[in-house]
């Protein structure tokens, strides 16, 4: 597993571990709270860093939550998306900065 980065910004957004109901972690801290007690648990859980998202699915059960973890969320979201505007907002700021790089 790679080195975890320092957040840019202060998360504030808590979580509650899907698997021991375990509360209060960050991104990472569940990350790394799951890596360490749960990564032989193989049930089907909701991600809750998914669903604080404004396009996540509370009805989305991940067939592999832990790789899922690891793949999608070994960063803090707020440094590399602004989540208070919606997907739309950030994929026409995202094709404008790509228009002006070219």
Same mark, same amino acid.
């Given at each position: 597993m790679g080195l975890m980065q320092e957040p840019l +910004?202060? +998360?504030l957004?808590?979580?509650v571990c899907p698997y021991c109901q !375990? !509360?209060?972690f960050d991104e990472l /801290? %569940?990350?790394n709270h799951c890596n360490i007690h749960h990564a032989s648990d193989s049930r089907r859980v909701v991600c809750p860093v998914c669903v604080a998202t404004p396009h996540g699915d509370p009805q989305y059960y991940s067939r592999n939550f832990i790789g899922h973890? !690891?793949?999608r969320h070994c960063f803090y979201l707020e440094d590399i998306t602004p %989540? $208070? /505007?919606s997907d739309e907002v950030n994929? $026409? %700021?995202a094709l404008m900065a790509s228009y002006q790089q070219h």
């Open positions: +910004s202060v +998360s957004r808590t979580f !375990n !509360n209060g /801290q %569940l990350l973890l !690891n793949h %989540l $208070q /505007q994929l $026409q %700021l």
